[in-house]
């Protein structure tokens, strides 16, 4: 086997949500594989150090301030990627947000929220990356989901359902676009301390609870997403389409530790 599979050399990714969290670690391996960035936020000033980081690595970056919830700024994304860049081979669609609370309090508009920056965004971040890799005859499109996307949790349900959808859109997508040399598929991490989730992490019962249930017994860290980031992207992927990639130590294998008796 050639390694020259994952080389991602020339090739212009776009990663939603980049600055902070997943979306950095994505992108550093994507950078690192050779690949070239567009990186976005709500917030333009808040890419600044990820981007100069990604160009010291020599690699090219293209900051772009959207909202995937807005279909404006999804349009000016695309347009100005293509701009500058002259092509789109890769879109990470990592841009995502949750909101913690029992269900009988979550609101409508805390319901539309999460949904339409998951699903919805992510569709219409697919479709409009789409229509410039269907000529082209190539392209990648990784959604990001969660080990949510194959069970439930209480407490985040508006989020549980977003990334189960996504799921499914990604399985549609990948039926729908495999004839033109576009592959879909989702990367589903399982427990890695976020911005996001990093007050979960505050307390010690539940960091213990939850690293009982993980059979490699410890959470994620930012390298363990790497290999699947690049192989989803990359040519070593190219015969694989409308799956999940569980990155979780197991997690989704349902494991407990085993009661030993004396």
Partial sequence: MSLSLFDLTGKVAIITGASRGLGQYFGRALAKAGADLVITSRTLDSLAPFQREIEQLGRRVLPVQVDVRQEADIQHLIGASVDTFGKLDILVNNAGLN???????V????????????????FFCAQAAAKVMIPQGYGRIINIGSCTSVFGMEGIVPYTASRGG??????ALAAEWGRHGITVNVLAPGWFKTAQNAVLYENTDWVNYITDRIPLRRPGLPHDLDGAIVFLASDASAYITGQILLVDGGFTTGSTRAITSS
């Fill in 107 to 122: 609101t409508w508009d805390e319901w539309d929220t999460i949904f339409d920056t998951i699903l919805k965004g992510s």
């Fill in 166 to 171: 996504t799921l499914q859109m990604t399985k």
């Fill in 99 to 105: 909101i913690r609370k029992p269900s009988v309090e």
